[in-house]
T-cell receptor
């Protein structure tokens, strides 16, 4: 079975500081990993994904994420946070070895960027 | 493309009533997913379709829930009879058939309140 953990319900960071939102996963084989962002009263928007290759992937709005196979992690990062980055962030995993399109999400991390 | 379109955006109904949620996927997308979001359980996959055929409905909570996809441009999620514990935000998502590495595109959701 595939699963995702986001250990922090909330992350607070000052504007201009670097931010990290943590994610760890569990799958039987090599994972496909995704990050989504949800603004209030909106649907989820895709940010970036890791499929294979370079462990550092870059996505929308200046976000990037680092895949670490030994630590089974896929943390989301941004060098300099903006107030407009305040939102709910979801990590998701898909196990390609299972052959299913099921995407399993973490419970989300609320990011608050303080001016 | 207008993206995934869900209707209604908000629904308030009385316990015991039938509720129907609607979704129009992005044109050309072969996969359609229904998710439920609650504070307690996060995002849960209820069911997904491929080419209008239900592939995995193991997440449907009970027989009161049913989903259909009569054609490539329309899907419904029905709850009959509804109960207060069904109150949640229901998301529809779609994705093209480009392999398991493809991300899903989400609608804005339907906020259901059962009183």
């Amino acid at each position: 079975a595939q699963s995702v953990a986001q250990p922090e319900d909330q992350v607070n960071v000052a504007e201009g500081n670097p931010l990290t939102v943590k994610c760890t996963y569990s799958v039987s084989g090599n994972p496909y990993l995704f990050w989504y962002v949800q603004y209030p009263n909106r649907g989820l928007q895709f940010l970036l994904k890791y499929i294979t290759g370079d462990n550092l992937v870059k996505g929308s709005y200046g976000f990037e994420a680092e895949f670490n196979k030994s630590q089974t992690s896929f943390h989301l990062k941004k060098p300099s946070a903006l107030v407009s980055d305040s939102a709910l962030y979801f990590c998701a995993v898909r196990d390609p070895g299972a052959g299913s399109y099921q995407l399993t999400f973490g419970k989300g991390t609320k990011l608050s960027v303080i001016p | 493309d207008a993206g995934v379109i869900q209707s209604p955006r908000h629904e308030v109904t009385e316990m015991g009533q039938e509720v129907t949620l609607r979704c129009k996927p992005i044109s050309g997308h072969d996969y359609l997913f229904w998710y439920r979001q609650t504070m307690m359980r996060g995002l849960e996959l209820l069911i997904y379709f491929n080419n209008n055929v239900p592939i995995d409905d193991s997440g449907m909570p009970e027989d009161r829930f049913s989903a259909k996809m009569p054609n490539a441009s329309f899907s419904t999620l029905k709850i009959q009879p509804s109960e207060p514990r069904d109150s949640a935000v229901y998301f529809c998502a779609s994705s093209p058939d480009r392999g398991l590495s493809t991300e899903a595109f989400f609608g804005q959701g339907t906020r259901l309140t059962v009183v």
